[in-house]
């Protein structure tokens, strides 16, 4: 059982809107630390797509939006596009735990 | 770029041991804090330790702790994990992540390839 809790799976058509939630608690998104997003593809390594809740590394389309409310986060997919079939995970940092965590994964197909 | 090269993965049997290592090229190694994460087969992210830049705000899972040691080499820009009392739980893909601050608190933005821990009888 993760800390952060994501849909295990979420779909949608070519060109439309998927959004994937991640619940925390009090003592991680909701104690104030940034959540990150990463992207991982069959077989290959994950990648950072969001940080400090909704800022993208250089290279990441604007398609992918993350956001931070309380104790939850997700990310928006807007225009989904074939290639953007992957695991999608959230982190932070969990201050009971004193270390950092990862949700469960959400593994986005396109229809 | 970024590049981080594991190495050390390999079948063990339980209860025995295994060191990973982590080679960094590309950015200013001892500026970053280095991160272990490993995934089994077929299942999701799990962090398992931490160092930052100067080998202080080191962390590790409940999963590992008393078992796992990590520590880094800033000279050679290599990160290492001593994994003691090896279970079969333990046995994953082991990524090195670097992080985007000195510790780990804005996220990991450079991953390695992976090195794979099979731990059976």
């Known amino acids: 059982q993760s800390v952060l809790t994501q849909p295990p799976s979420v779909s949608g058509a070519p060109g439309q809107r998927v959004t994937i939630s991640c619940t925390g608690s009090?003592?991680?998104?909701?104690?104030?630390?940034?959540v990150f997003w990463y992207q991982q593809l069959p077989g290959t390594a994950p990648k950072l797509l969001s940080y400090?809740?909704?800022n993208r590394p250089s290279g990441v389309p604007d398609r992918f939006r993350g956001s931070k409310s309380g104790t939850s986060a997700s990310l928006a997919i807007t225009e989904l596009q074939a290639e953007d079939e992957a695991d999608y995970y959230c982190?932070?940092?969990?201050?009971?735990?004193?270390?950092?965590?990862f949700g469960g994964g959400t593994k986005l197909t396109v229809l | 770029e970024v590049q981080l090269v594991e190495s050390g993965g390999n079948l063990v049997q339980p209860g025995r041991s295994l060191r990973l290592s982590c080679a960094a090229s590309?950015?200013?190694?001892?500026?970053?804090?280095i991160h272990w994460v490993r995934q089994a087969p077929g299942k999701g992210l799990e962090w398992v330790s931490g160092?930052?830049?100067?080998?202080?705000?080191?962390a590790y899972a409940d999963s590992v702790k008393g078992r796992f040691t990590i520590s880094r080499d800033n000279a050679k820009n290599s990160v290492y994990l001593q994994m003691n009392s090896l279970r079969v739980e333990d046995m994953a893909f082991y990524y090195c992540?670097?992080?985007?601050?000195?510790?780990?608190?804005?996220?990991?933005?450079?991953w390695g390839r992976g090195t794979l821990v099979t731990v059976s009888s």
């Open positions: 992540t670097k992080a985007r601050d000195s510790v780990g608190y804005s996220g990991f933005d450079g």
């Open positions: 590309g950015f200013i190694f001892d500026d970053y804090g």
């Open positions: 160092i930052g830049w100067n080998s202080g705000n080191v």
């Open positions: 009090s003592s991680n998104i909701g104690t104030g630390y940034d």
């Open positions: 400090g809740n909704f």
């Open positions: 982190q932070t940092y969990d201050s009971s735990l004193s270390g950092w965590v």
